[in-house]
């Protein structure tokens, strides 16, 4: 990102390279639609491009961007409030784990984690930024509270009420005999 900063063209194509899906997948997790979260990915590197001059080290570049990300996204929620006869947000797509569920009902698998995801995106607001920050795109919670601007405590506080909520909802899930 310093040589992205010093206006290196290639360096930033590099980044765009490797983070656009991560990205994407960020905003899918947040419940954006695939086009929204194309839009978002873009606005994103947009603003980390116009930013760059602005950049200082001071972490890990992608807690930076994603704090960047996240100020897109917010940014998107208000102006679909102001306009509430616009698109609004789809189903999260969360990234799928390595081993399927049960592999001998791939029918009941894609029901499953159709549920999960709905689950995951009634969480309120603030609850599901965090857990996706910190479950599905790996962030640490100081790292998470960094980007959000709030303490590490209230980024615990707010995974364990988003885990809870969703092991309420979840609960009647078992592994089919």
């Not at 208000?78 to 969360?94: M, T």
């Not at 009634?122 to 479950?135: A, D, K, N, T």
Request: include cysteine; hydrophobic fraction near 40%.
């Amino acid at each position: 990102m310093t040589a992205v900063r010093d206006g290196d063209q290639q360096a930033f194509a590099a980044l765009v390279h490797r983070y656009r899906a991560r990205l994407r997948r960020f905003y899918l997790s947040l419940g954006e639609e695939a086009e929204s979260a194309e839009d978002l990915a873009q606005e994103t590197l947009l603003r980390l491009w116009v930013a760059r001059e602005r950049y200082e080290p001071s972490g890990r570049f992608s807690t930076y961007l994603f704090q960047i990300a996240r100020n897109c996204w917010l940014n998107a929620l208000r102006s679909r409030r102001r306009h509430p006869d616009g698109e609004q947000a789809g189903e999260i797509v969360p990234e799928p784990h390595s081993s399927p569920l049960w592999p001998w009902n791939p029918v009941f698998n894609a029901y499953r984690l159709r549920e999960v995801r709905r689950a995951i995106a009634s969480l309120p607001e603030r609850q599901r930024e965090v857990f996706v920050l910190c479950h599905l795109q790996g962030f640490t919670n100081a790292e998470t509270a960094q980007m959000l601007e709030i303490p590490v405590g209230t980024v615990k506080s707010r995974m364990s009420a988003a885990v809870h909520r969703l092991r309420d909802l979840l609960e009647h899930w078992s592994e089919p005999e």
